[in-house]
């Protein structure tokens, strides 16, 4: 019989990212957080979408941008009181959905006693704390602690080597870039995220829009968070 094949995804971190990054992360076995690439301003490492009344908003973690060659793994927070200010925007927008009580204690424990300085370490920590509170058990592991050679394709077929795997999950964008070529090669099968056909949830603030943080699933569909992604349906 041959041994399971192991799955791998390998995506940069993001600040409290939406649904469809959490489905990735739940259908692989190993999820490689890839932050030794450039940080890219306006982009979603270190802002997301929540709903409030009055419609969209962004919430943001500061950071300094000293070059345009920064690594995200080198990012560092501008202000040390992001913390506070950024759950307390979470709080007041969400404190009415129906389970805020339920899942709110570990997210105000970290706000509120964050210490770190770095965009990944603040990013990598609350994608595994909404791991825990999702119940998806992957495994999450730095492509900084691996070794990381060649060109952007080659990089990410030596994580895949490196981390024993032959199945290599992408998001859609990335079709735009990848040598699938190379991954054939080297006997890596690359499976493709499909984003469409999610299904609406209990929201707060009609209309409807799929794509905020996974904090407003969670908030507002508590323990039936996982009945609206594909995690749970693969």
């Known amino acids: 019989m041959k041994p399971p094949v192991k799955k791998v995804a390998i995506l940069q971190s993001n600040y409290i990212p939406w649904k469809g990054y959490f489905d990735i992360i739940g259908m692989v076995d190993e999820f490689i957080i890839y932050d030794e690439v ?9 802002r997301n979408k929540i709903k409030t009344p009055s419609g969209l908003q962004w919430i943001t973690v500061p950071v300094y941008q000293k070059s345009l060659q920064q690594k995200i793994s080198e990012t ?27 899942h ?26 909404i791991c825990d509170q999702l119940g998806i058990p992957t495994l999450i592991t730095n492509s ?26 992408s998001g859609p964008a990335a079709k735009n870039y990848l040598r699938e070529d190379l991954f054939k090669q080297e006997g890596i099968e690359i499976k493709w995220m499909d ?20 904090i407003d699933l969670l908030f507002n569909t508590g323990p039936g968070s996982l009945r609206y992604m594909k995690y749970s349906k693969q």
């Open 76 to 102: 560092e927070i501008s202000n040390h009181k992001w913390g506070v200010k950024g759950w307390n925007s979470i709080k007041a927008n969400y404190t009415k959905a129906p389970y805020f009580k339920t």
């Open 104 to 129: 709110s204690l570990p997210f105000e424990e970290f706000y509120c006693t964050v210490k770190s300085m770095r965009l990944s370490e603040i990013n990598v920590a609350l994608i595994k704390l």
């Open 38 to 46: 450039q940080y890219t301003k306006n982009d979603w490492r270190n």
């Open 195 to 214: 984003y469409e056909g999610y299904p609406e949830y209990p929201q707060l603030y009609p209309p409807f829009q799929h794509g905020v943080s996974i």
């Open 144 to 169: 900084g602690d691996y070794s990381l050679t060649g060109d952007p394709t080659e990089k990410l077929i030596n994580l895949c080597k490196q981390a024993g795997s032959s199945s290599y999950l």
